[in-house]
């Protein structure tokens, strides 16, 4: 039997999951009139069917009503309070990682005919997930799919975007959900970091361990990784990972063995020459990357350097495609 805070979750998790539908409460009449009226009233027009909230990895907390539920949690639940108002945002993000047509199909489906984004992605131009549990997402709102049509100021900003759907593509078939899991290396290779700074104000900070652009494997480990479709066995995906050696340009050659059940690929990786690998995956397959040449500490690259962990190579980028 739940305990009483885990069905407290459980319910706030259901819950929030309307807000993907109606993040300002549009349907239920509860809305700040100053600064959300415009977008309010353009989202009570006949021809609004859903609206979809959507960020960038370090901006998901611009929204108020999560933002709130996070606060209303406290610091010492706030990750459960990160995992309830993200509740069912991993689908989101699988979609939008299998490329720009394919989350258009799902939008479709979903009846989603607006993008309401944090104002600071939208005068970005884009909202980036970097790989992880699923691919890189990179969705770019100056594309013609996608038309400004008003914006917020108030303490959390926000814009709204109408959707401008392809008449010629008229399929709302959505692709199967994946995720993908690795193993052999430190959660901070490939996960999000979410840390609490709590001095004169609380600040929750969302960051990736090297950036966004590079990930680094260090001595000693051994990356596996796993796709997983339980709901489409049979489905194939095409992964596509970009390698880098390591560091800079006076990176020595490394040489990677890359298996996939019997099939081995080699690779050799230069200084400014980052080479992508192709891998054709279904459901519990996986690919088991090994360095060959050893790994050098940071202070070799840059002797000003007090870095004292060894580098083997990095990894700049993983796409994912459905191949049928």
């Given at each position: 039997m739940r305990n009483r805070s885990t069905l407290?979750?459980?319910?706030v998790a259901a819950v929030l999951s309307f807000a993907f539908s109606d993040p300002l409460h549009i349907a239920s009449g509860r809305?700040?009139?100053?600064?959300?009226a415009e977008i309010a009233s353009e989202l009570e027009q006949p021809t609004t069917t859903g609206v979809l909230a959507l960020a960038s990895y370090a901006d998901f907390y611009r929204?108020?009503?999560?933002?709130?539920?996070?606060?209303?949690?406290?610091?010492?639940?706030?990750?459960?309070?990160?995992?309830?108002?993200?509740?069912?945002?991993?689908?989101?993000l699988a979609q939008a990682s299998l490329g720009h047509e394919n989350f258009?199909?799902?939008?479709?489906?979903?009846?989603?005919?607006?993008?309401?984004?944090?104002?600071?992605?939208?005068?970005?131009?884009?909202?980036?997930h970097r790989w992880s549990a699923h691919?890189?997402?990179?969705?770019?709102?100056?594309?013609?799919?996608?038309?400004?049509?008003?914006?917020?100021?108030?303490?959390?900003?926000?814009?709204?975007?109408?959707?401008?759907?392809d008449e010629n593509q008229t399929s709302s078939e959505v692709s199967p959900n994946y995720s993908l899991t690795w193993s052999g290396v430190r959660p901070g290779f490939y996960e999000m970091?979410?840390?609490?700074?709590?001095?004169?104000?609380?600040?929750?900070?969302?960051?990736?361990?090297?950036?966004?652009?590079?990930?680094?494997?260090?001595?000693?480990?051994?990356?596996?990784?796993?796709?997983?479709?339980?709901?489409?066995?049979?489905?194939e995906f095409s992964v596509e990972i970009q390698f880098i050696a390591a560091y800079g340009g006076f990176a020595p050659p490394q040489v990677l063995r890359i298996s996939q059940e019997s099939k081995i690929k080699v690779f050799l990786l230069k200084a400014g020459e980052p080479?992508?690998?192709?891998?054709?995956?279904?459901?519990?397959?996986?690919?088991?990357?090994?360095?060959i040449l050893g790994c050098n500490k940071g202070s070799v690259f840059n002797p000003v350097d007090d870095d004292?962990?060894?580098?083997?190579?990095?990894?700049?980028?993983?796409?994912?495609?459905?191949?049928?």
């Open positions: 407290t979750a459980v319910l809305y700040d009139l100053n600064p959300y929204f108020p009503v999560f933002s709130k539920v996070r606060d209303v949690f406290g610091t010492r639940l706030a990750a459960h309070g990160e995992i309830a108002a993200e509740y069912g945002y991993d689908e989101v258009m199909r799902y939008l479709r489906a979903k009846s989603i005919s607006h993008l309401i984004v944090p104002l600071v992605n939208a005068e970005s131009g884009f909202v980036f691919g890189t997402v990179s969705i770019d709102l100056e594309s013609d799919s996608y038309s400004l049509i008003q914006k917020s100021g108030g303490e959390f900003p926000l814009a709204l975007y109408q959707i401008n759907f970091l979410r840390s609490i700074d709590e001095n004169y104000d609380v600040n929750y900070l969302r960051s990736y361990e090297e950036g966004t652009e590079t990930s680094w494997v260090f001595k000693g480990e051994q990356v596996r990784m796993t796709l997983n479709s339980p709901n489409a066995p049979d489905q080479p992508k690998a192709t891998f054709i995956l279904r459901h519990g397959q996986s690919i088991d990357i090994e360095n004292i962990r060894e580098f083997c190579y990095g990894v700049l980028d993983v796409q994912v495609q459905i191949t049928n």
